[in-house]
């Protein structure tokens, strides 16, 4: 995949995943660094249970980018609510 297809793919995989756990977007900056990091964990996770990973721009790729992205903002949230728990 192209660079600007890993960046769209991250920031609608991102928002996505944002809405799922928080029900607000992180911004947009956020949101493309989540997906991809989702994209590429997602990839790691359905590989080590035996489905492909991302395998382009396509629908089966952002349910894997979005999984991702669910998978790291839980444990960001997780990490941020142990370092502050009173927030």
């Not at 920031?11 to 590429?40: E, N, P, Q, Y």
């Not at 964990?41 to 089966?60: E, R």
């Not at 991702?68 to 941020?80: E, H, K, M, T």
């Given at each position: 995949?192209?660079v600007i297809a890993w960046i ?63 998978i790291v903002l839980g444990g960001y ?11």
């Amino acid at each position: 995949m192209t660079v600007i297809a890993w960046i769209l793919l991250g920031l609608i995989a991102g928002f996505i995943g944002s809405k799922i756990l928080t029900k607000t977007g992180g911004g947009i900056v956020l949101d493309i660094v989540l997906g991809i990091v989702g994209a590429l964990v997602g990839g790691l996770v359905f590989q080590m249970v035996g489905f492909h990973g991302v395998t382009g721009f396509n629908l089966w790729s952002l349910f894997v980018a979005i999984v991702g992205s669910v998978i790291v903002l839980g444990g960001y949230r997780f990490l941020a609510t142990m370092r502050h728990p009173n927030t």
